[in-house]
């Protein structure tokens, strides 16, 4: 089958392949094919390093698909399923399942990088984080998929699957943002878009988004931010909408000590910071000890939204169903499989907001 192959981090370039092998499914698992792929930042990251990922490797960890394979031992799944892939499924077994918090259970992902899912020239492939969407099909586990209503359009489902989550979890399900409340949003990505449209969702009273990109800001004054600024503008913003109070929850969805500092700066104290990026493992932000004790804000990170997939993904659906959660509005760019490179490029400039893979 075809797939879009990262052979070397070194390198950088993904070369599209025809031969790529997939592995049969074993018991408990379940083949799909991949009908739209969203391109993630955390794609770019492992692409180029910033995140750790064994290669060679098919990346794409946000999509949706048709189950055209059913291993033993699964009985609530047919051929002809519609599904969205999860990409952080949970044991329902570990210590942070039966804590109810399944976005923290780590044995999904250990299993993906000990079990490969692809071969290419005999060798093993591993697809990141167990999904591997960059590609016509793929295996994983039950939890890797989670069922959805035959008239949801693939495209819509498949960014449910990652950044929309992330971003709209990120203020009801981690930050619990209250109705009324002022919020900013650094970094008006996919991911930060979708916290914006969480924000409006949740009722905040005023909603502001601070990008660099001034395309990024009007796109995030139409999903429902109440003003929009550059980094620099964003004191004056505060001023005015928080009487320099500062704002009562602060998201970073850039992935850069920076983002995260001007966040906490934009906080009130006791006020609520919420690191929703991804940034690189080597790259470190400071506090000093009197500051966190004294302005007694609330730092906490957000790992896919807090999510619980089989109750968060239907939710998310009904949401847009209904008309409060925009997703068609989220797709920039629909492309081909061969036009990963240069969406990837686009990405890390910054010029585009969610580009989706459509296959045949």
């Not at 924000?199 to 905040?204: H, L, T």
């Not at 796109?219 to 503008?233: S, Y």
């Not at 964003?234 to 005015?240: F, H, K, N, V, Y």
């Not at 992935?255 to 080597?282: E, H």
Request: proline fraction near 4%.
């Amino acid at each position: 089958m075809r797939a879009a192959v990262l052979r070397s981090i070194d390198d950088n370039e993904i070369v599209i392949r025809d031969d790529v092998e997939l592995l049969a499914p074993g018991p408990g698992q379940v083949r799909v094919k991949i009908k739209a792929a969203g391109i993630c930042h955390s794609d770019l990251s492992a692409r180029r390093g910033d995140l750790p990922q064994p290669v060679p490797a098919i990346l794409g960890h946000e999509a949706a698909g048709e189950v055209i394979e059913v291993g033993e031992d699964i009985a609530d799944l047919s051929v002809g399923d519609r599904v969205i892939l999860n990409w952080m499924s949970s044991c329902g077994r570990c210590a942070s399942c039966r804590r109810g918090e399944p976005h923290l259970c780590l044995n999904h992902l250990m299993r993906a990088y000990s079990r490969p899912q692809f071969r290419l020239d005999g060798a093993p492939v591993f697809g990141l984080s167990g999904i591997g969407g960059f590609a016509e099909e793929t295996v994983l586990s039950r939890g890797g998929v989670v069922k959805i209503d035959d008239d949801v359009p693939y495209e819509i489902a498949a960014l449910i699957g990652c950044g929309v989550m992330t971003g709209v979890g990120a203020v009801l399900n981690t930050a619990k943002v209250t109705p009324g409340s002022t919020v900013v949003v650094i970094g008006c990505g996919g991911v930060g878009l979708s916290a914006v449209q969480g924000a409006r969702i949740a009722g905040a009273g005023a909603i502001v988004a601070v990008d660099t990109v001034p395309a990024k800001l009007e796109t995030a004054k139409r999903f429902g931010a109440t003003h929009a600024a550059g980094p620099a503008g964003l004191s004056d913003i505060a001023e005015a909408v928080t009487g320099g109070e500062g704002f009562d929850y602060a998201f970073e969805a850039a992935g850069s000590p920076q983002a995260i500092r001007s966040a906490w700066g934009a906080a009130r104290r006791g006020g609520t910071v919420v690191v929703v990026g991804a940034g690189r493992m080597d790259e470190v932000v400071e506090f000093s000890p009197f500051e966190l004790m004294f302005d007694a804000k609330t730092l906490v990170g957000s790992l896919f939204g807090s999510a619980n997939p089989k109750l968060d993904y239907p939710r998310l659906l009904e949401l847009w169903r209904e008309g409060r959660l925009d997703l068609v509005g989220m797709i920039s760019h629909r492309i081909r499989l061969e036009d990963v490179n240069a969406a990837l490029g686009a990405l890390g400039r910054g010029d585009v907001i969610r580009q989706v893979i459509i296959y045949d």
